[in-house]
């Protein structure tokens, strides 16, 4: 009988991942998930003495392959590319090109080990698939292990605080702990990034290495944070809006003004609409893309929530056009409702992905986008019946 | 399956089914109350669910087409009436092509550049959804410039045209400058004031030179028992003009005075169709107006769902209850005093409205039907001020036999229009003909007992209409006064002001 190579630290993030009660991956942060699985390669690369990183460099120290064809993979692209030379690029180039790879090799080799188990979403319509825990020893045991360093005072292994430090980086640890444990263990969490770990098995080359890429990590991570944050800021303001201010009057004096073009005349009606048809299709577009897994692998897609979250803030303004904040009454006051719950849900999710410096907050920002998620995707459901309905209301009647 | 799977599966297949259904309700038939764009207007919203009737160009029809049969929707129903109040812009005049260059801006070709369904932020008063200044469209360039034109409008702002009593954009018969002039020494009351087609209609009489009595009446023994029934027939025009009770509850039958076969025909509650049988014009103006505009005949009728079926091919493929399910829910023939916007007794709301309702059906009595009828279902501040009220006061004498026939004023003497057909004093059902702009009353009724000016004031002035004309105008008309000025004093001070003031103003 073989005995299981040791897992990696990609393999590591995944369980931890994974969700106590349903044992299906948590729903986190797309972008911050990948940069934890781009940062845990390089860290394992590092921790096999193949990569040597500072703050600004990042070089290949011996090109030996390590045994695992995925970070072997890696580390051949690496050597081939020394033109790119600092922790902070690769971390970029890992996150947005290879995250997908590495994390289905991690979950493969879960599903391998007998930790998950493998099913295929919606036979025959969608390439993904869905795991769920199989074993669930593996991944308490790894969660108590994380847990029992949090709470203790023990120095704790370097692979260890590896790991700590890159979800922490990424601003998953909420999602993975209870918020009141997470307020608890805090300062050892700050302690564990402030800590120097030469001496303790690694060399200072290792703990440089470590500290380089979390903060490579941590930076990615937080990319477009505050964009995003602030435009569905905007734009759930303005869906807000749409609630709260009273409706614009209609013009009162005869003549092409812009309001009386906008909501009388049956032209410019039907360009608000359909450009507001066309955002929505657009947001859609770009949801869809981001969920499918071959463009993951291809393609660098970290604009891209950026750009849903600005189709969805365009989406407010030309709503605006198209209605003046007027609800109208049965089928388009449903369709109005039902846009806005969208819209606002969607805003939701985008301001809860922005991180604090305080562990409550990042963890009741958590619950929030979790269950505005929820709302965003309920909300989407009944949209294309209603707009549909409304469409065929105009051009039947 | 997960239990997320499950739950998307479920919720795109409902949303699925109810846009199927929603669809089916659309193009099938079925209840489409939910599919209203916007709040219909008070006077079409009778008939908001019988879509049909003004969306007739059929599904995916090009703008340009649906367009038209909305206008021709419009014309079918209103332009008897705005012919027979010679109407100041018919759209005949429009489609001259010396008018184009008016197109762009108020396209007055089409009844629907100024009235538009279903936006209720926008329709103002008459069902008016362009703003209240769009006579500055046409009024306001070159020879059509009314601000050079008359020197009194230089300083008038152009949503004051329509509004202060001067101008209607289709009905100015009692409004346009030869006819204030003419009637502008009228005193506010006339020496003999009396409503001319009322007095007319007192005087008929009928062919029976004997009155009849109870036992006159001709009908099966189970509806003879009621002796207050038998009372108000034998005291009614009905029975003075000869007819029995067989007339309207076994028509067919009533030539042939067989009781048998009357018995054999008898119906308990007639419909008012056997009324029309007689009133032709009266139930046919009653279709057209607001009492009875759910039978005006161009009002589409509820859709086949089998029919359609069958176009979309799937006709017998349905069963019989899926079918039923995507009737029309027509609603009441008759509109029910509860479906109406203006305030009206709680009381009444379950009452429908037909020629009953008014005319109690055995005594036929006009005078419970020209005011009690009116004053049961409706309860708004003009209604409730008119008891005690100048015209009220002069109605109760009228009916106490103490004033000459003529000189009482009924709600039915203002609101519903009497005319003379062939001979006869016939009432219009159709309140409209008198209503909105209610300058449309001060030819066929005002100016019967008051003078124009008077008229013209009192009904400029919102306050005087609530309190059912107690009190006297507090608003003045300048119209008249700048008529005067502009054809027969000085037309060079037409834009001088006022000098004319309104008699009553300084009345006791």
Known sequence: ?397 | MSRNTLLWILGIAGTLLATAVAVAWMTVGGDRGILLPGKTTDAHHQIELACETCHAAGAFANAKKAEKALNKACRGCHEAELKAAKDSHPPGKFRNPRMAAYWEKLDARLCTACHVEHRPETTRTSAVTTPTDFCVACHSEEEQDVRVNRPSHASLAFDTCASSGCHNYHDNQALYADFLVRHADQPWLAPVPMHRFSAQAQTRTFRTEAAPGRGDAVAPESALRDPAILDAWAGSGHAAAGENCAACHAPAAAKRAGLAEIEAQWVEAPDMAVCEDCHRWQTKTFARGRHGMRQHPRVSKPRNPRRRLAALGLGGWLPEAAVARFTDPAPPRRMTVGEARLPMHAETAHLSLHCGSCHRPHAVDTEAAAVEACASCHNDPHTQAYFGSPHHALWEAEVAGEAEPGTGVSCATCHLEKVERRGNIAVNHNQNDLLRPNSKMIRPVCLDCHGLGFSLDALADPGLIARNFKGKPEIQVESMAWAIRRTVEKPEEEGAGSRVQSPWRNSP
């Open chain 1, 1 to 397: 009988m073989t005995q299981n190579p040791a897992p990696t630290l990609a393999e590591d993030v995944v369980l931890l991942l994974l969700d106590d009660q349903s044992g299906t991956l948590l729903p986190v942060q797309e972008a911050a998930f990948k940069c934890a699985l781009a940062g845990a390669t390089l860290m394992d690369l590092a921790f096999a003495y193949r990569i040597d990183t500072d703050l600004h460099s990042l070089m290949v120290s011996d090109r030996t392959p390590v045994g695992d064809p995925m970070l072997d993979r890696i580390l051949k692209r690496i050597s081939n590319h020394p033109e790119v030379s600092n922790a902070h690029a690769w971390v970029e180039i890992l996150s947005s090109e290879e995250a997908g790879i590495i994390r289905e090799q991690a979950l493969a080799r879960l599903v391998e080990h007998g930790v998950l188990q493998r099913h295929r979403k919606l036979p025959g319509l969608f390439r993904a698939h869905r795991y769920t825990r199989v074993d669930g020893a593996v991944e308490r045991e790894l969660k108590g292990h994380i847990r029992d360093i949090l709470h203790s005072d023990d120095i704790p292994d370097p692979r260890d605080v590896a790991l700590i430090c890159l979800v922490d980086a990424c601003n998953i640890l909420a999602d993975i702990f209870p918020r009141e444990e997470i307020e608890q263990v805090a300062p050892r969490i700050e302690q564990f990034h402030r800590m120097d770990l030469i001496g303790h098995e690694v060399t200072g080359t290792i703990d440089e290495a470590r500290r380089a890429i979390v903060l490579a990590v941590r930076t990615r991570a937080a990319r477009f944070g505050k964009w995003l944050a602030a435009l569905s800021l905007g734009g759930g303001l303005a869906a807000v809006a749409t609630l709260l201010v009273p409706r614009i009057p209609m013009p009162d004096r005869f003549g092409p003004g812009l309001f009386e073009l906008l909501w009388s005349d049956e032209t410019w009606q039907q360009w608000s609409g359909y450009t507001l048809l066309g955002l929505s299709l657009a947001g859609l577009l770009v949801a869809l893309l981001m969920k499918t897994p071959l463009l993951v692998r291809r393609k660098s897609h970290d604009w891209w929530p950026l750009m849903h979250v600005g189709f969805g803030a365009g989406c407010v303004l030309a709503l605006f056009a198209h209605t003046g904040f007027r609800f109208g009454i049965n089928l388009n006051a449903a369709l109005m409702w039902n846009y806005l719950a969208l819209l606002i849900f969607g805003a939701l999710v985008g301001i809860s992905m922005r991180r604090t410096a305080w562990p409550p907050v990042n963890a009741a920002l958590n619950r929030l986008r979790r269950f505005s998620i929820k709302a965003h995707l309920l909300a989407l459901l009944p949209l294309p019946a209603l707009l549909i309905l409304h469409l065929l209301i105009v051009y039947l009647y």
